[in-house]
Structures are given as structure tokens and as C-alpha cells.
């Protein structure tokens, strides 16, 4: 408990109030960890979806966002297709847009805990100079589902 009272420190006292009244037991704590998304995505008649093919880290809120849109993905296909098929069209048109919500997210969880003041500055110039229709065409980009 003193442990995560001291990684609040700098937030607001009312975090400190929170972290203080709730019980021990009703705290959990626990690394956050990304990986490489996987090559294959199934085997035979086992098929991964989400995080199991491809964690991510929470930079970006996309992590259940697009294990919604593998499910629908996947179930799209199986209605079309046999299951050898069916898992190949749905890694086909899933991977790459998967692959690429994990590598930005790591990227902005690597520009968010930058600590050197001139590389802060830097980004933050950068971020400002970013026109608002790259961010619109990235959510675009991001909020599109596949076709079949």
C-alpha cells in the first residue's frame, strides 16, 4: 500500500484519500505488458483472437476495441467460409490493422514517458504542429472495419 501511495505522490490529494480508504485486499496491482503480435494466428481448428494474438498496450484504448472487431471479424468469415478458410481470410484482413494499433500505441507510451525536458518540448511542438485532418484521417483509419 505505501508502495503505490509513493507512485501517486504527485497526483491530487483525493487519489491519496481513495488509495488510503479502500481495504488491501481490494487492491491489485499488476505489470503492463505488451508483445510482438504473432506470425499465425491459428492452427487447424484453434483460432486466437484479441490479445492472445496480439496485446497491446492500453496508449491507445484499443485493446478490447479490437478484440470486438477480430470477434466480428472471425464470425463474418465463418458464415462464409469453411474453417480452414475462414481463419485465414480473418488473419489476412485482421493483421495488419492489428499489428499497426500495436506499434502506434507502443510508440505513444514511449513519446508520453519521455523524461528528458528538450526531447518533451520537442514532442509537444510536434504534437501542436499536427494538422487536425491527420488526426481525423488516423481515427478514420483506426475506426474502419474490414470488408470481406
Known sequence: MD??????KPYHP???????????????TDDICDLFPLKTWFKKNIC??????HAT???MGQGACQAIEDAFTISECLSKY????????YQKLRQPKACQ????SWMIGRLAHLSNPLAIRARNTLLQAIPEIANRKQLEAIFRLSKL
Do not use: M, R, W
Request: aromatic content about 8%.
Open 14 to 28: 483525493i487519489i491519496h484519500d481513495i488509495i488510503s480508504s479502500t481495504p488491501e485486499e481490494g487492491i491489485y
Open 57 to 59: 498496450t492500453p496508449n
Open 101 to 104: 494499433v500495436v506499434k502506434t
Open 82 to 89: 469453411n474453417i480452414e478458410q475462414a481463419f485465414l481470410k
Open 48 to 53: 486466437l483472437i484479441g490479445d492472445a494474438a
Open 3 to 8: 508502495n503505490l501511495i509513493t507512485c501517486f
